[in-house]
Structure formats: C-alpha cells, structure tokens
C-alpha cells in the first residue's frame, strides 16, 4: 500500500511541478509565485487524492449494480444494457462476413474475411453517402438506399449469390430485445425518418433487402460502438473483455456473469453489458466533485443535467473546459494582461485538438504560442506557461476519472470470478486516447494503482465499429452452430 502510494504521488507531481518541451523541462517555478499559487488555487478542484478516486469507483460500482437489478435498472443512471453477445471470439471463427456501420451522413459497408491463419483479418469497405432528403424522409426510403449500396457492394466483391452474415453498427439510441432485435427509441444526429421510432430497425433492413430480391443476408447481428470494440481486439487477443470508448463521447463495455443480469433469464455463461457509464452521475451522485467549470459547462450545453459523467472526460467538452478556466484566469488578470480575444470568449472557441498540441513533449511551448496568436490573444512566457498548465490538469483529471471507472469494472470482473489475481486486455478506441500525448499513459498508472489485482493490457483498436461487427456476427454464428451440434447429439442419444 505504502508503495502504491509513493507511485500515486510521483504520477500526480508531474501535475504540479514540470512538464517536457522540446527546449527542456518547464519549471513552474519560473511563473511568479504569486500568480502561480493564485492559479493553482482555481485549479485544485480538478485534483483527486487516491481516496477519492477510490471513492468515485466505489459509487459507480454501485450503480453498477443498481443498472443490472430487475427492480432498479429503470431509475439507475449507469444504464447497464444487455448486449446478448454471449462471448468474445475464440479465433475458430472462419468465413467471410459484411458489416454495416451507420452513424451520421455517411455509412459504410465492408466485407470481412476471416482467413485460416488465427489471426488473418481482410477487410474491404466502400463509404456510401446519405443525401439529407432521405435523413428526413420515410425510413422505408432511407433502408432502400441503404439495401441498394449493400448490393452495390456486393456486385463489386462478386459476393452476390452468397448468404453472409452481417453485423450493423446502428448508432442511434436503441433498446435491444435480442442480437438480431433493436428498437429505435429515437433519432439524433439530423435524422427524422419516419416510421423508424419504435421499430425493429434489423425487421426494416431485412425487409429492404427482400424488396429488392436480388441478394440476400443469412443473418444480422446488432452491434454498439464499444462493443464492436471489444470484438475486435478480442480476436487479436483472446483474453480481452472490456472495450472502452474515450473519444467525442466515453462508453465502455465487459463481460459480465448471467447470474447477475437480473434482466435476462439464464443464469449461465457470460453476456456482455454495454455500461453507458457516460450517464454515471445524472442522480447527482458526483455533485460533490463538480467543478465551477463544469457546472457551467453543463448549463450551457443542449443537454443539462444528464451525461454528467461524459462531460468531465469525453473529447466533445474538454476543449470547452480549457477554455472556461482560461476565460475566469483572464478576468481575475491573472492571464493575458486580464484581456480575452473574440475566441476565446465564443463557446467552442478553444478546441479539443490544441489540448494534445500543448501537450506534446516535443514543441509543445512552441505550439502553445502558435495556437495563443491564432486565438487573437496577446500573451507572453508565462502566459504559455500557465496555458500548459491549464490544459494539463484538465486532461489529467480526464484521464484519472476515466481510470477510476475502468478500474471499478476490472476489480468487478475479478471478484465476481472469485480470483485473486485477473489478467486480462481491455480494448480501447477514440481520439483523445489515441491523439492525446499524455492521455493513455496516465490513464494506465492510475489504473494500477486502483486496480492492484489486476495485470492489465491496452489493446488499441484499428476498426472496432468495421471488424468488429462482423466478428460479433461470426461469434453469433459459431455458437449457433455450436448450439445445433448438441441438440442433434441429444436426439441421436434419445
């Protein structure tokens, strides 16, 4: 414990203390004192003790359990949604597999062949554009144009008279009744298809497909985002359970016993849960962490009060974070002579992306600056200086908040296996993990620290949404197959 310990304070000193530019390390000490402490002091509120990390994992822990109890998922803000993918691939999955991914104006369709090396992948794909009269259109419209590029595809893979398998990454708020069964509760994203709200958007495909009559899909797979996520460096590496999003929004997945998916009947086996911990907090259970910044972020946003946890960490409202520190540092004159730019006063003026621009270890001041003058501010050294340190401690705060729910499903996992000891990989997509300098390395230490037990690997996904569709509709397929063989065992016994 004591080690741990010294090991938290030595990642949280890079904090308060240095950081690495290409000209050296920035010695905060060179800020006048004065300014420094009154900065800091603004600032401390982004900072967690290990006890309060610990804490945090504690409460969603909580609402872990409160999402997956029959009596209590209803009201639980960390909505725990059961997936129906019952396992993660086991690498005898062969075959040749499509995948829609639909999301926003664009879709693509790819074709996924699985080779007879354990670890061979082949994809192609082909991006097929929504024109906006069919965002707003029947969806009858909308899955016709959908079922007509599917077969486009298709002629040109010269896959047309076979029957494939197709997992759909279906990007929109769902409730999903089965693997093959997902109800649209509502459209987001510019889309206002009719007809579609309420429905069985796999029945809708299906039958766009039977209208045409020229091709046809053996089966659909439903898949979310972080779940395909998952799939996909699972079949890379075998032991991976946990998918995790940490880009524009922040999700993660596992795979959780049956026995504790009260919502489910069966009690054996595994299924995994799509956590949407981005919720986690909408009760207001983290009311006591919240930050000015955050509060006012929150009020400002199309949708107070909810994804609470998402707008502490996610990439869509970092940037904004940043720039609400600065925008208070500026009136208290302690920044920029006390005189803020038309950008810097417009929401959504301080973008995510320069975060990872300032805090690169190579060139990072001098990115500072070029990205200062761009914003129209007039700033010197140690106006760079403390930009850097801004933007810093907001992103460690990302990371480590990140880390202390990633660690809550580790240390879940492993106790509810009964092991002393879990080694396990967690699959991970977005940009802010994978653009971010700083990002994953501060996720991973504090996630020892909160996670002692458990030996864990990063696994950054390539195409989680693409591939890992269709190994989840090659997993479905493999364990219908499995399921067959045994009943037909059965009746030659009988």
């Known amino acids: ?197 309420g429905h069985d958007v796999v029945k809708l495909l299906k039958d766009a497909v039977h209208r045409r009559g020229d091709y046809d899909i053996s089966s659909v797979a439903m898949v979310n985002d972080t779940v395909g996520t998952m799939m996909s460096c699972g079949y890379k590496d075998q032991s991976c359970e946990i998918g995790l999003i940490i880009g524009t929004g922040t999700n993660a997945c596992y795979m959780e016993e049956m026995k504790n998916v009260q919502r489910v009947e069966g009690e054996d086996g595994r299924m995994c849960i799509n956590t949407e911990w981005g919720g986690f907090g909408d009760d207001g259970a983290l009311r006591d962490i919240l930050t000015e910044f955050d509060v006012a972020l929150d009020q400002m946003s199309i949708n107070p009060g909810v994804h609470t946890f998402e707008k502490m960490i996610s990439g869509m409202y970092l940037g904004e974070l940043v720039r609400l520190v600065l925008l208070k540092l500026v009136q208290l004159k302690l920044l920029f002579q006390g005189r803020a730019s038309q950008a810097l006063l417009s929401p959504g003026g301080f973008h995510t992306k320069f975060m990872s621009h300032i805090e690169e270890e190579d060139g990072g001041l001098e990115n500072t600056g070029t990205i200062l003058s761009g914003l129209g501010l007039d700033w010197d050294g140690v106006d760079a200086h403390l930009t850097r340190l801004v933007c810093h401690t907001v992103s460690s705060r990302s990371a480590r908040l990140c880390a202390a729910a990633l660690a809550t499903l580790l240390n879940r996992i492993r106790v509810n296996r009964g092991l002393d000891h879990l080694k396990t990989t967690v699959g991970v997509d977005g940009t802010v993990y994978k653009k971010h300098p700083k990002f994953s390395r501060d996720l991973q230490a504090t996630v020892r620290l909160l996670a002692p037990l458990c030996d864990v690997t990063f696994l950054v996904s390539e195409d989680g949404s693409g591939t890992g569709a269709a190994m989840v509709a090659a997993v479905a397929q493999r364990l219908a197959l499995q399921s067959r063989l045994i009943e037909d065992s059965d009746e030659e016994e009988e």
Not at 89 to 108: M, Q, S, Y
């Open 1 to 197: 414990m004591w080690t741990n310990q010294l090991l938290f304070q030595a990642v949280m000193s890079s904090v308060n203390t240095s950081q690495t530019d290409g000209d050296g390390t920035l010695n905060l000490d060179s800020v006048p004192p004065e300014t420094l402490h009154k900065v800091q002091a603004h600032l401390e509120p982004f900072r967690f003790s290990m006890a309060m990390l610990r804490e945090i994992s504690e409460r969603l822990r909580k609402d872990l359990v409160r999402g997956l109890g029959r009596h209590t998922h209803h009201k639980a803000p960390v909505k725990m949604l059961p997936t129906f993918v019952r396992a993660t691939p086991d690498r005898t999955e062969k075959g040749d597999f499509l995948a829609l991914d639909l999301g926003g104006t664009n879709f693509r369709v790819l074709h996924v062949r699985v080779g007879e090396e354990p670890t061979v992948l082949k994809t192609d794909s082909q991006i097929c554009a929504i024109p906006q009269e069919l965002m707003l259109g029947s969806g009858e419209q909308l899955f016709d144009h959908i079922a007509a590029c599917l077969g486009q595809f298709l002629t040109a893979q010269c896959l047309e008279n076979q029957n494939l398998p197709l997992g759909f990454t279906f990007s929109f708020p769902c409730e999903q009744k089965e693997i093959d069964k997902s109800i649209l509760i509502r459209w987001t994203k510019g889309f206002r298809c009719s007809g579609v709200e």
